[in-house]
C-alpha cells in the first residue's frame, strides 16, 4: 500500500510537508495548511516543489553550526535566524531579496547599528553557506549592504571602577569584575578559567591553541597581584571546572552575567536618582498600574493582587526604568575596553597592549579602541610634552 507524506508541525514556524526530500511550508493556521496540502498533492508531483524554502535552508545551516561550530556560535545563529523565520516562514529562496533583509531589521527600531548588523550577518551568512554547499545556485543577498557597526567607545574611569565595587554586595560577581578590570580578558575568557589553564609559578593563564579565539596560538593572560590573588583562591575552591562561580555555585553563564549587570545598572541609577531627589507622581503610578497584570500564581492557584501589591510592584518597574536612564549599559567588554584605554593612557605603547589583549595585531587598537580620541586633555599633554 502506498505511503503519502504527512503535514506535521514545528513549534514557532508552523506546519510543513516533506514532498521528495524538500520541505515545503504551508502556514500556522491548521486549517488553511491541510487545505494547501490537499491542494499540494492533487498536482503532479513534479509542480510540488519549485525551490528551496528559506526556512528549510535556515534549519540546514543551523545543524551545520551545531556540529561544526561552538556552543556559542550556534546560539548566536539560532537566535537571529528564528526571528527571521518567524517574520517569513513561506518565502522560497527565488523569491528571497535584499528587501526583505532590510523590512526585516527595521521591524527593531530599538536596535544598536551594531545590532542591526549582526542581525542581517545571520541571514547574509546562512544563504553563503547554502552557496558553498551546493543548495542553491547562489545567494540572492549576497550583495546586501549591511548596517556599519558601533564604535565601542563606553569606558568606566579608576574613580568610577572603585563607585561601582563599593555597590557590589555579592563577592563572587566582585571578584569576576575585579579580574576583567586587572587583565583585559575577554568575557569568554573569563567565565571559561579551570585550574588547568593556571600557570601561577609565571603568574598567567594560560589557553591553549584549540581553546583560543582564532586557534592561531596559545592566549595568554597576565595576571596583576589582585587578579592572581582571586585565582589563587577560586582553584583551591573549585579544583575542576570553571573557577568562577555565581552566589549557587554554579559557572557563570552569559544570561547569569548580564543579569548580574542589569542589577548593578539599577543600583547605581538609583544612587543616582537619590542625589537628584528623584521621586514618581501619582499620575505616572496610576498609569503604570493600568498595564500591569492583575493576577498572580500562588502555587498551583491563580489569585488577583491586592492594590497594595500593584502599586508596588508599578513603583519598582518605573524605579528600575529610570534607574537605567541614569547609568551606564555596562558588561565585561565594557572593562575589556577600559582596561586598553588605561594602559594607552599610561604611556604603555600599542604593540604591548596588543599582546596583553590577545589580538592578532595592532591595527586591532586602531580599528576597534578609539576611546584616547574623547580624552582631549590627555591628547594636548601628549602633544606639549612631544614639543617641549
Not at 493556521?29 to 535556515?58: C, D, K, W
Not at 497584570?293 to 502599586?311: C, I
Not at 524605579?319 to 588605561?342: D, I
Amino acid at each position: 500500500m502506498p505511503k503519502f507524506p504527512k503535514p506535521w508541525f514545528r513549534k514557532n514556524r508552523g506546519w510543513y510537508v516533506t514532498l521528495d526530500g524538500q520541505q515545503t511550508p504551508l502556514g500556522m493556521e491548521r486549517g488553511s495548511a491541510f487545505e494547501q496540502y490537499h491542494n499540494l498533492m492533487r498536482q503532479p508531483r513534479e509542480r510540488t516543489v519549485s525551490a528551496a524554502a528559506v526556512v528549510s535552508i535556515i534549519d540546514q545551516f543551523l545543524a551545520w553550526v551545531q556540529i561544526n561550530r561552538a556552543a556559542e556560535t550556534y546560539v548566536w545563529y539560532q537566535s537571529r535566524l528564528q526571528l527571521f523565520a518567524r517574520k517569513y516562514p513561506n518565502l522560497l529562496t527565488k523569491e528571497l531579496k535584499p528587501i526583505h533583509v532590510q523590512q526585516w531589521i527595521d521591524g527593531y527600531p530599538h536596535l544598536a547599528s551594531g545590532s542591526r548588523r549582526n542581525y542581517a550577518q545571520a541571514i547574509v551568512r546562512c544563504m553563503a553557506w547554502a552557496e558553498e554547499q551546493g543548495l542553491i545556485e547562489r545567494s540572492p543577498i549576497a550583495r546586501f549592504k549591511k548596517p556599519r557597526a558601533g564604535v565601542r567607545q563606553t569606558v568606566i574611569s579608576p574613580e568610577e571602577y572603585a563607585a561601582i565595587l563599593n555597590l557590589i554586595p555579592n563577592e563572587w560577581f566582585r571578584d569576576l569584575l575585579i579580574f576583567a578590570w586587572e587583565t583585559g580578558a575577554r568575557a569568554k575568557e573569563c567565565l571559561a578559567i579551570e585550574k588547568r589553564h593556571v600557570d601561577l609559578p609565571m603568574h598567567r593563564i594560560v589557553f591553549p591553541v584549540n581553546e583560543e579565539k582564532m586557534q592561531r596560538a596559545p592566549r595568554v593572560i597576565y595576571l596583576t597581584d589582585p587578579a592572581e590573588e582571586i585565582v589563587r583562591r577560586l582553584v583551591l575552591q573549585h579544583p575542576s571546572g570553571p573557577i568562577f562561580r555565581n552566589t549557587n555555585g554554579a559557572a557563570w553563564a552569559t544570561e547569569a552575567v548580564n543579569c548580574a549587570f542589569v542589577a548593578l545598572q539599577i543600583r547605581i541609577g538609583l544612587r543616582t536618582m537619590k542625589e537628584e531627589g528623584f521621586s514618581l507622581t501619582e499620575e505616572e503610578i496610576l498609569g503604570k498600574i493600568a498595564t500591569l497584570n492583575t493576577d498572580r500564581r500562588a502555587g498551583r492557584r491563580v489569585v488577583r493582587k491586592t492594590a497594595e501589591e500593584l502599586r508596588e510592584e508599578a513603583r519598582r518597574k518605573l524605579r528600575n526604568a529610570a534607574a537605567c536612564t541614569k547609568a551606564k549599559k555596562l558588561c565585561l567588554t565594557v572593562f575589556r575596553h577600559s582596561f586598553c584605554h588605561r594602559l594607552l593612557k599610561s604611556g604603555v605603547d600599542a604593540l604591548t597592549v596588543s599582546v596583553l589583549m590577545g589580538h592578532a595585531d595592532t591595527s586591532m587598537i586602531a580599528k576597534v579602541y578609539s576611546h584616547l580620541s574623547h580624552a582631549p586633555q590627555y591628547l594636548r599633554d601628549a602633544l606639549l610634552k612631544a614639543t617641549e
